[in-house]
């Protein structure tokens, strides 16, 4: 397995490259881009019920790490600010700040169950868009304490 070299870190990320190309042809908004040394996937307008959402649609950010061909798994996201959950804020969306793009982002709070973590070589970049999906859906209200 060959990395590259990113400001003098190896970067094993060919398989999250063919994973995204793989979601682009078949119609998914997302791209990788680069903050630095560090991968993201961008996924844009994932579909959120309004209300108790302000909108319809939210960009998020999945960092993916440098070691992801080696096994590293996936866990959490980031939301594109601002936001507004039933008025309010959302209690897992209580990380760290990001700059990025002209935007502004924070972490979610959104890890898989116990016992049930990024499995790498089964799950993949687009069974943890679901996994994401699931926080705007119910399951993210019912984890709301607002």
Known sequence: MTASMVRGHAVHIASAKA???KLVAGGTAIELV???AQPYAWIRAVAAPKPPWDREAYD???A???AYDLGTGLDGFYISLPYSFSGGEHNRVNGQALAFKDRQWRAVSWHYPDGKAFQAGVDTI????VHCRGFFLAR???NARV
């Open 34 to 36: 680069m903050d630095g």
């Open 60 to 62: 998020i950010l999945i």
């Open 126 to 129: 687009e069974s943890h868009i």
């Open 140 to 142: 993210g209200a019912v």
């Open 64 to 66: 993916i790490p440098i």
């Open 19 to 21: 994973e995204i190309e």
